[in-house]
Nanobody, 123 residues
Framework: QLQASGGGLVQAGGSLRVSCAAS????????AGWFRQAPGKEREFVAA???????YYADSVKGRFTIHRDNAKNTVYLQMNSLKPEDTAVYYC???????????????????WGQGTQVTVSS
């Protein structure tokens, strides 16, 4: 089970960190990703991390967002800086057993999903 948390309301230019904690499984044994879905839009890829820590980002967040994992806490984080109103969305974490596939940007390549956490960026 994946539990996403840490969403909230922040002003444009601010920062926020969302977390994805795993229970009942060792998160370090999985690849992980973050997706987001804005109102009226399809869910889109944001960032992903392999078991060894290699990271991948959507062009829209590159240089502003950082995905990292703390295996001791069984948690994957998404640090979001320089937030923009267009970053407003529900953010979902996902896990892939046993590691990211070459299709890591596709939500269908993931095995497990968290429930989502709302991030709202005001202008």
């Amino acid at each position: 089970q994946l539990q996403a948390s840490g969403g909230g309301l922040v002003q444009a230019g601010g920062s926020l960190r969302v977390s994805c904690a795993a229970s009942g499984r060792t998160f370090s044994s999985y690849g992980a990703g973050w997706f987001r879905q804005a109102p009226g839009k399809e869910r889109e890829f944001v960032a992903a991390i392999t078991r060894s820590g290699s990271t991948y980002y959507a062009d829209s967040v590159k240089g502003r967002f950082t995905i990292h994992r703390d295996n001791a806490k069984n948690t994957v984080y998404l640090q979001m800086n320089s937030l923009k109103p267009e970053d407003t969305a529900v953010y979902y974490c996902a896990a892939k057993d046993p590691n990211l596939s070459s299709r890591y940007v596709s939500e269908t390549s993931y095995d497990y999903w968290g429930q989502g956490t709302q991030v709202t960026v005001s202008s």
